[in-house]
């Protein structure tokens, strides 16, 4: 399948906005070009456009070209540029699961793309029957989140691949919480399918949710045409800069990763063995989703006594749904203690 074939007709055609030094990499200049105060103050230049620096620190750690990364404001950034850069408003559609992660569907209403929207199956998985039934010549995207948001479940590489391979669309697998799991990542598939497009973030594992940093792995030339689409200067210095310095203390993050991984396990025991839910989900994310008949009073009595939690009633697959985020020891222990309360009917904040 040629890429181009899915691409907006006026997208392909787009003259982007250029930067005077879009292709000067060398900063050892006198810069008169942008308008920008001469006084250097740190963050007195606009920053590189294409965040040079920052890409090959994550090209390197992902193991692909540089060439095939792009960098959002956020994962939400780079899931609307896509829709922008490949639906036609009116006419084409998207695919997306439920119970599943909104912000899709809140951008193609924004770019009046229509959703089609599959219910996942009892074990939370695509039903790729109704996949092939719902798709046709105007579906340019089809949407995967794995792990799972809000359950924490994976989909099969396997199952990923097969789509890929039989799709005539563009396949998004969001891997925001693959840090998380042992699952291998789509990333691994990009030399063999030029429909998939593969998002992860800063946001989590990393610790960077308040730089706003999404990363998108595809084909060399899709990401040519996002770059173009995108505004030229969607990463600020500040961002960059400090991510930079983050992604180079991998031992932290490795380490952080691996607390994360114990706590989880630990309240998952604790929540199977406290009595209190109908369900408690196995999770390969930073969360464990449970369900309870009283959802939504357990949801107001934790955020009464300062415990912020999600809740997640999307039916007809998920009723009583709670989302929990995994803490550090001390957050989770105030939360096992709130339970106990809520167990014994001891109600600390009335």
Not at 1 to 28: F, G, V
Not at 192 to 199: G, Q, T
Not at 208 to 226: D, P, T
Not at 278 to 298: G, H, R
Request: glycine share 6%; with cysteine.
């Amino acid at each position: 399948m040629e890429i181009e074939s899915l691409i907006r007709k006026n997208i392909r055609e787009l003259k982007p906005y250029r930067c005077a030094r879009d292709e000067y990499e060398d900063m050892d200049a006198v810069f008169l070009d942008a308008n920008e105060s001469p006084f250097e103050n740190g963050f007195n230049r606009y920053p590189d456009p294409y965040q040079r620096c920052l890409k090959f620190i994550l090209a390197d750690f992902k193991q692909v070209a540089a060439e095939n990364v792009i960098l959002g404001n956020g994962s939400d950034e780079l899931i609307d540029l896509l829709i922008r850069s490949l639906c036609r408003p009116g006419i084409d559609n998207i695919i997306v699961f439920s119970p599943g992660y909104t912000m899709y569907e809140v951008c193609a209403a924004i770019n009046d793309v229509e959703v089609r929207k599959i219910n996942l199956t009892v074990n939370f998985l695509p039903d790729w029957r109704k996949v092939e039934q719902q798709r046709d010549c105007c579906t340019k995207i089809i949407f995967l989140c794995t792990p799972h948001n809000p359950v924490g479940n994976i989909i099969p590489l396997s199952d990923i691949e097969n789509l890929c391979k039989v799709s005539d669309c563009m396949v998004v697998v969001d891997e925001a919480y693959i840090d998380f799991t042992d699952m291998p990542s789509a990333i691994g598939l990009l030399e063999r399918y030029e429909n998939l497009f593969v998002l992860q973030t800063l946001s989590k594992a990393w610790g960077m949710a308040g730089l706003r940093l999404g990363m998108g792995f595809a084909n060399e030339k899709l990401i040519a045409v996002l770059n173009r689409v995108k505004p030229p200067y969607n990463i600020g210095v500040l961002a960059q800069q400090t991510a930079v310095r983050t992604l180079k203390d991998r031992d932290g993050f490795r380490n952080n990763v691996a607390c994360i991984r114990r706590e989880r396990e630990r309240l998952l025991q604790a929540f199977l063995q406290s009595g209190i839910f109908e369900k408690v989900y196995p999770s390969e994310a930073n969360f464990i989703l449970v369900t309870s008949p009283q959802a939504d009073e357990l949801y107001r009595f934790l955020l009464r006594n300062g415990i912020v939690t999600r809740l997640r009633d999307i039916p007809p697959l998920l009723t009583g749904g709670i989302r929990i985020t995994v803490g550090n020891r001390k957050e989770n222990d105030r939360l096992l203690g709130l339970l106990a309360c809520w167990t014994n009917k001891l109600y600390p904040s009335e």
